[in-house]
């Protein structure tokens, strides 16, 4: 058993100014080897803002978790809409819905799961706010199947949060079992080479905000992150520019 010095984490501040390349953000980092938090902005990184499609990682596992989906194949029917994204104008499966984003696919999973077992999920994993009340969303995006309260919406979420979040489901401190999380990690893997493996999932907001969270696994060791950039004076600003920003600071 450990004691409770052991237990307690460790938190140091760094400064990753020049590889946000003069974009507002912060970013935190977790070793889970040695339970040590690495924070810049740590204000930031303390701060609720809306997950968008970073919540993609959470209604994947509730789906597969409640058998909405049963594997990296499972599709889910195209209405027939023309959406802005012409990858998701076709009947998708899970893998590559989660890929590309697509907003309806993970609409329809969530729906099909319902609200009220969404709820407890999110309260078992202590998600953020856990406040899904405004369960079609705000209406920012024209199409109502483009919508949710995952999607600047009520949920709200932090970037420590987040991190803490991916480490109880990673670290088995959850209800997911362990085909589930692999179900759920063949769907975030971007890279693997024979030392580490990356695994991740960006989103993108509205006024210049965008995140990407994930986890690299080595050896016998995860690190988890997120990263949120929140600067409107930028025209950078996208998930895929906070993918880059991760990858730099990972390679430090």
Same mark, same amino acid.
């Given at each position: 058993?450990?004691?409770?010095?052991?237990?307690?984490?460790?938190?140091?501040?760094?400064?990753?100014?020049?590889?946000?390349?003069?974009?507002?953000?912060?970013?935190?980092?977790?070793?889970?080897?040695?339970?040590?938090?690495?924070?810049?902005?740590?204000?930031?990184?303390?701060?609720?803002?809306?997950?968008?499609?970073?919540?993609?990682?959470?209604?994947?596992?509730?789906?597969?978790?409640?058998?909405?989906?049963?594997?990296?194949?499972?599709?889910?029917?195209?209405?027939?809409?023309?959406?802005?994204?012409?990858?998701?104008?076709?009947?998708?499966?899970?893998?590559?819905?989660?890929?590309?984003?697509?907003?309806?696919?993970?609409?329809?999973?969530?729906?099909?799961?319902?609200?009220?077992?969404?709820?407890?999920?999110?309260?078992?994993?202590?998600?953020? /706010?856990?406040? $899904?009340?405004?369960?079609?969303?705000?209406?920012? #995006? &024209?199409?109502? @199947?483009?919508? %949710?309260?995952?999607?600047?919406?009520?949920?709200?979420?932090?970037?420590?949060?987040?991190?803490?979040?991916?480490?109880?489901?990673?670290?088995?401190?959850?209800?997911?079992?362990?085909?589930?999380?692999?179900?759920?990690?063949?769907?975030?893997?971007?890279?693997?080479?024979?030392?580490?493996?990356?695994?991740?999932?960006?989103?993108?907001?509205?006024?210049?905000?965008?995140?990407?969270?994930?986890?690299?696994?080595?050896? /016998?060791?995860? $690190?988890?992150?997120?990263?949120?950039?929140?600067? #409107? &004076?930028?025209? @950078?600003?996208? %998930?895929?520019?906070?993918?880059?920003?991760?990858?730099?600071?990972?390679?430090?």
């Amino acid at each position: 058993m450990k004691n409770e010095e052991e237990l307690q984490p460790t938190t140091v501040t760094v400064d990753y100014a020049e590889a946000f390349q003069s974009i507002q953000g912060c970013a935190v980092i977790l070793n889970s080897e040695n339970n040590t938090y690495t924070f810049y902005n740590e204000d930031k990184c303390r701060t609720r803002v809306s997950p968008n499609s970073t919540f993609k990682v959470i209604s994947a596992l509730i789906g597969i978790h409640n058998q909405v989906v049963t594997s990296e194949d499972s599709k889910m029917g195209y209405d027939g809409m023309n959406y802005p994204v012409d990858a998701w104008n076709a009947d998708l499966r899970l893998e590559d819905a989660f890929r590309s984003s697509c907003i309806w696919y993970f609409r329809k999973v969530i729906e099909e799961v319902g609200q009220e077992t969404i709820q407890e999920e999110l309260n078992k994993l202590d998600y953020g /706010n856990c406040d $899904i009340s405004e369960w079609s969303g705000s209406g920012v #995006n &024209s199409f109502p @199947e483009l919508n %949710g309260f995952w999607i600047e919406s009520s949920l709200l979420i932090s970037p420590i949060e987040q991190v803490e979040v991916l480490h109880k489901i990673m670290e088995r401190e959850t209800i997911y079992t362990e085909s589930e999380i692999e179900i759920l990690k063949s769907i975030m893997l971007l890279e693997a080479s024979d030392s580490k493996k990356i695994y991740g999932k960006t989103g993108t907001g509205t006024d210049g905000t965008a995140w990407f969270i994930g986890f690299v696994e080595k050896e /016998n060791t995860n $690190i988890y992150f997120a990263i949120y950039l929140d600067d #409107n &004076s930028s025209n @950078e600003i996208s %998930g895929t520019k906070a993918q880059e920003i991760a990858f730099n600071i990972l390679e430090e």
